[in-house]
């Protein structure tokens, strides 16, 4: 039985080893929200979350009498997993590169320049792809849609290669998919009263 429990812990253990292999998403959602900030401004904070009032039973337990009766593997796999969680919850995506930076601040200029008028007045909006689309030129002044659509392809080519440098500057050419899908959720989700983006079925909505 020794012999079992033994093999089961070092099997449970090389299984934490490879734990950061996997995409951090929550990593990527704060990245995407930092550079969605520095491109088109803060908008509304999340509230905090409540602080809990008193502590859970489990919590209040004295340590000394819930470890007694515990298997010694248990007890290391108690003290080595929650390590192993925080390690994954903690940032591991570097969005700090000199390509990345300079996408950001043409994106910033192309906002503050263009896209925040066409944004608003509803000619251009968000595609449900991580993109941007005109929705309806008429929007837009007939002397001002030849410009429109240059920053419309203009900003897609930078969204385009942002995605991919995040992905290929974090070392995983393989998560730029993910990560298109994650910033594609956090454009609308940071959208402004107003603007306008497609649904996942492709139809355009109002924020």
């Excluded at 994650?182 to 402004?192: E, L, N, P, S, T």
Aim: with cysteine; glycine share 6%.
């Amino acid at each position: 039985m020794r012999k079992f429990t033994l093999t089961t812990l070092f099997a449970l253990l090389a299984g934490c080893v490879t734990i950061n292999v996997y995409f951090p998403a929550a990593a990527a959602q704060e990245a995407a929200d930092k550079i969605i900030s520095n491109v088109i401004g803060p908008d509304h904070q999340a509230s905090p979350a409540p602080a809990s009032s008193s502590l859970p039973p489990a919590a209040a337990a004295s340590p000394q009498g819930a470890a007694r009766g515990v298997p010694l593997a248990v007890r290391v796999l108690d003290a080595l997993v929650p390590a192993a969680s925080a390690a994954e919850s903690q940032p591991d995506i570097n969005i700090q590169t000199p390509q990345i930076e300079a996408i950001q601040s043409r994106m910033r200029t192309r906002y503050e320049g263009t896209l925040q008028g066409l944004l608003d007045s509803g000619a251009v909006g968000y595609t449900n792809d991580g993109m941007m689309a005109v929705r309806d030129a008429s929007k837009a002044a007939l002397s001002a849609r030849a410009q429109m659509n240059s920053a419309v392809a203009d900003e897609n080519r930078d969204r385009a290669a942002l995605y991919q440098q995040i992905a290929v500057g974090n070392g995983h050419p393989e998560w730029e998919r993910q990560i298109r899908q994650i910033f594609a959720r956090q454009w609308i989700d940071r959208a402004h009263p107003g603007w306008y983006y497609q649904d996942a079925s492709g139809a355009w909505r109002r924020k």
